[in-house]
């Protein structure tokens, strides 16, 4: 059994090696974990808390995969509700489709029962406030929200580099594979704008045949990239856990134009292997593991993998000076 989770994966993490270990299965382990970490008011890019879009609302994305069925669930875009993660299963669990949005997966939370709940913490709201006052000129101001938001975008960056959406990765004692995501997305972002982490594929896939992978960061860069599905897939064609996000990390070269930023890739094979690669990442970028035997989860620092010559993680974050002291 294993548990890799992103650095946000903290409050989870013992959560779900200690279901695991009591032979629970992975899907259950996962959503559990991840719904800790929706729930910690520490960290501020998953569930409650989570940095807003452009208008100031929080939009959340997550999905569950489970890796024995190939059946997935996820939403997007959804506002209003405390545990994305949890609704994602329902999806799952109880539609016959894979992914809903907007207004659609509000809905469906509100019939399946989930807890709803207001997701714009004092400092998220403190900081859009912040960034209203001193970017939107007066004219935008008299009309909001009705003003053009496309030249405002420009904002919608990460507000606190190196840290993500969360995403969980296990394989349980049945060997079965079940990957997990739960994000508030990029602060600032444009109303609607979905990132990897509802998109199985690029922010996750699981195929407990091969193994799993998910990823944080940039998600308009592993969409592009299709990196999850990219990784099991080259799992699938021969390559060890090594080589597979190797060569995802590959395939990112090639995009041009866009945005191009960090990812992290997180990747675990069916043999109880793993690797882990920050993409254009930061020193410090780390992630934890657990394996059957282990006390306790531990940190791991993530491999280093530059990809653009200007370090564009490394440029000032506009938005810092509106997050700060919040
Ligand atoms: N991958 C997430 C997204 O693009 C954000 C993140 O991990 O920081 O929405």
Wanted: hydrophobic letters at 40%; one cysteine or more; aromatic letters at 6%.
């Amino acid at each position: 059994m294993i548990v890799i989770t992103n650095n946000e994966g903290k409050a989870g993490i013992p959560v779900t090696a200690r279901l695991l270990e009591a032979g629970k299965p992975g899907l259950e382990a996962v959503e559990a974990g991840v719904r800790m970490v929706e729930s910690d008011p520490e960290v501020r890019t998953v569930g409650h808390g989570g940095w807003p879009n452009l208008l100031g609302e929080v939009e959340l994305d997550a999905s569950i995969m489970c890796g024995s069925t190939l059946r997935t669930g996820a939403v997007g875009a959804l506002k209003g509700y405390l545990h994305p993660i949890s609704i994602a299963r329902e999806v799952m669990e109880r539609l016959p489709h894979e992914i809903i949005v907007g207004e659609g997966a509000a809905r469906f939370a509100h019939e399946v029962g989930a807890e709803a709940g207001d997701l714009l913490a004092d400092h998220s709201r403190q900081a859009w406030n912040n960034w209203y006052a001193s970017e939107v000129n007066q004219a935008d101001q008299d009309i909001w929200p009705n003003a053009a938001l496309i030249d405002y975008c420009h904002n919608a960056v990460d507000p606190e580099i190196g840290k993500d959406t969360t995403v969980f990765l296990a394989q349980d004692e049945h060997m079965d594979i079940t990957a997990g995501t739960s994000t508030s997305g990029w602060g600032w972002k444009y109303p609607g704008r979905l990132g990897d982490s509802p998109i199985i594929g690029a922010g996750s896939y699981a195929d407990s045949r091969y193994g799993a992978c998910a990823c944080t960061g940039a998600g308009e860069m592993t969409i592009r990239a299709g990196t999850a599905r990219a990784v099991v897939l080259y799992m699938k064609m021969g390559m060890s856990v090594q080589d597979a996000v190797e060569e995802a990390v590959n395939d990112m070269r090639a995009l041009k134009g866009g945005l191009i930023s960090r990812v992290t890739i997180h990747a675990i094979d069916n043999a109880g292997n793993h690797r882990v690669v920050a993409v254009n990442g930061i020193p410090g970028n780390f992630y934890w593991y657990w394996k059957s035997g282990m006390e306790q989860p531990e940190a791991r620092f993530a491999e280093l993998i530059q990809i653009t010559e200007d370090q564009p993680q490394n440029k000032p974050i506009a938005m810092s000076v509106y997050t700060q002291g919040t």
